[in-house]
């Protein structure tokens, strides 16, 4: 039998267009040209401009294997703003996305071939910041978990800004179904996800948000923190407010 394909994954929430965004973007290209994921998930990216079409137009001129993305937008007005997106150097065999129904925040999924030929699940999203209500994440996290039990024997990698540290019970409701990769690799999550320099806040603040969950059908060989690099004349100038995560898997036969 022949062994699986080892996939990279990674997750990050990029901070639109805000804090000094022409002075980090290419930061942001830089390491995204590093790691080279098979499928980055990212999040807080802006319509216009067209944040996500200049990212895979500057990425594209240095790589070998080009990526395409497809991008879902916030629902209402804020739609004209805002959204995540999907990086993908594999075939992308279907793409849709659900409505959260709060905070109009979405969810996007799309099944992708890997190289050895497996189809795998990979969703993306961000889930709402607000403090009250309360549940509102638990309920976003409960509706995306009842969208993917259509998959349920397939791959499944579901990675975003979940706005909730790993105590919280909506991060409860998930590893139910799903694991945490960096915490299955270290048997502890990052140290922080949030904040970076780039955001100035204190930090006794940090905590972490941002997540790679997997199903059973997934391998993982390891798991790591991303987007960590400065600027070489600036420590304050980070590719975002938040670090990324990454995730070396395969898909289990």
Not at 58 to 67: G, L, R, S, T
Not at 68 to 84: F, H, L, P
Not at 92 to 119: C, K, M, N, S
């Amino acid at each position: 039998m022949e062994t699986p394909a080892v996939l990279r994954v990674a997750t990050l929430n990029i901070r639109n267009t805000s804090d000094r965004w022409h002075a980090r973007r290419q930061l942001l290209v830089r390491q995204f040209v590093e790691l080279e994921p098979d499928l980055f998930g990212v999040q807080e990216v802006r319509r216009i401009p067209r944040q996500a079409a200049w990212i895979a137009r500057e990425v594209n001129a240095q790589v070998e294997h080009p990526y395409v993305y497809r991008a879902n937008w916030k629902t209402g007005i804020m739609g004209w703003r805002e959204g995540i997106a999907i990086f993908s150097r594999l075939p992308i065999l279907r793409h849709d996305e659900l409505d959260l129904r709060g905070g109009r925040r979405v969810a996007q999924r799309l099944v992708a071939r890997t190289r050895d030929g497996a189809e795998l699940v990979f969703c993306n999203t961000h889930l709402h910041h607000a403090l009250k209500p309360t549940d509102i994440r638990l309920r976003q996290a409960s509706r995306i978990l009842a969208w993917l039990a259509d998959d349920q024997a397939a791959p499944v990698v579901l990675v975003g800004d979940f706005n909730a540290p790993p105590t919280d019970p909506t991060i409860a409701a998930i590893t139910e179904r799903l694991r945490s990769v960096y915490f299955a690799v270290h048997a502890r999550e990052p140290e922080r996800t949030v904040p970076t320099p780039l955001s100035r806040r204190d930090d006794s603040e940090g905590q972490v948000i941002d997540f790679i969950f997997a199903n059973d059908r997934i391998v993982v060989h390891r798991a790591w923190r991303t987007f960590e690099e400065p600027d070489a004349d600036d420590a304050t100038l980070t590719a975002s407010d938040h670090y990324g995560l990454a995730a070396d898997i395969s898909v289990r036969p």
